[in-house]
């Protein structure tokens, strides 16, 4: 198993770009979480998707942050136009039924974004 | 004001002591907790999880503890090792969700 996949691992982008990150979580699960991590406020959830619907975007900062789910296998996360405060390290994290079953929720490695 | 960031707690423990790494959660409807490990540059790493109707957990060097009367858990590690240097989060899932909720963390350091 290759565990969750995130591209890119690293993204420079001027203020005002559009930045989409993009994940692919692990081959059976039905859950996935977007994260970000920042020296500010640790790990914030953004996020989160049961078999491909938006449960709670409770934690979406602003409307310039949008998730998708089209299919089991894929997700996005969109930030447009980004900013300087954008800058954070995300986080994809997949599960099978809330991670009770599987025993936790399983993390990518991460997209480091920096918005200059 | 001027904005900080977080502030980090810090363990510092010598190689092959034993490590107690505590949480305070927030939430008394939490049903479910995980400890993560998290090294630079990496993303955070399962280590050991528990529900609410246990009290302790035991893994490969590692047990969990929960006492739910003060909203409390610990990770203990033994024996503990140089690759145990990293950052902890404690994890809770309120009950009826999927949310999993992150503490702020603690770094832990391993010296000869």
């Known amino acids: 198993d290759a565990g969750v996949i995130q591209s890119p691992r690293h993204e420079v982008t001027e203020m005002g770009q559009e930045v989409t990150l993009r994940c692919k979580p692990i081959?059976?699960?039905?859950?996935l979480f977007w994260y970000r991590q920042t020296m500010m406020r640790g790990l914030e959830l953004l996020i989160y998707?049961?078999?491909?619907?938006?449960?709670?975007d409770s934690g979406m900062p602003e409307d310039r942050f949008s998730a998708k789910m089209p299919n089991a296998s894929f997700s996005t996360l969109k930030i447009q136009p980004s900013e300087p405060r954008d800058s954070a390290v995300y986080f994809c994290?997949?599960?099978?039924?809330?991670?009770?079953?599987?025993?936790?929720?399983?993390f990518g490695s991460g997209t480091r974004l920096t918005v200059v | 004001g001027e904005s900080v960031g977080l502030h980090l707690p810090t363990l510092s423990v010598q190689e092959g002591d034993n490590s107690i790494i505590n949480c305070a959660y927030s939430?008394?409807?939490?049903?479910?907790f995980i400890w993560y490990k998290q090294e630079s540059g990496k993303g955070p790493q399962f280590i050991i999880d528990?529900?609410?109707?246990?009290d302790k957990r035991q893994g490969q060097r590692v047990t969990v503890l929960l006492n739910k009367t003060v909203k409390h858990l610990s990770l203990q590690i033994a024996a503990t090792q140089p690759g145990d240097s990293a950052v902890y989060f404690c994890?809770?899932?309120?009950?009826?969700?999927?949310?999993?909720?992150f503490g702020t963390g603690t770094r832990l350091q391993v010296f000869p």
């Open positions: 994890a809770e899932t309120p009950g009826g969700t999927d949310k999993l909720i």
């Open positions: 998707f049961n078999n491909n619907v938006p449960i709670d």
């Open positions: 528990i529900r609410s109707n246990m």
């Open positions: 939430n008394s409807a939490s049903d479910y």
């Open positions: 994290a997949s599960s099978f039924e809330g991670g009770r079953a599987s025993g936790g929720y399983t």
């Open positions: 081959s059976g699960h039905n859950s």
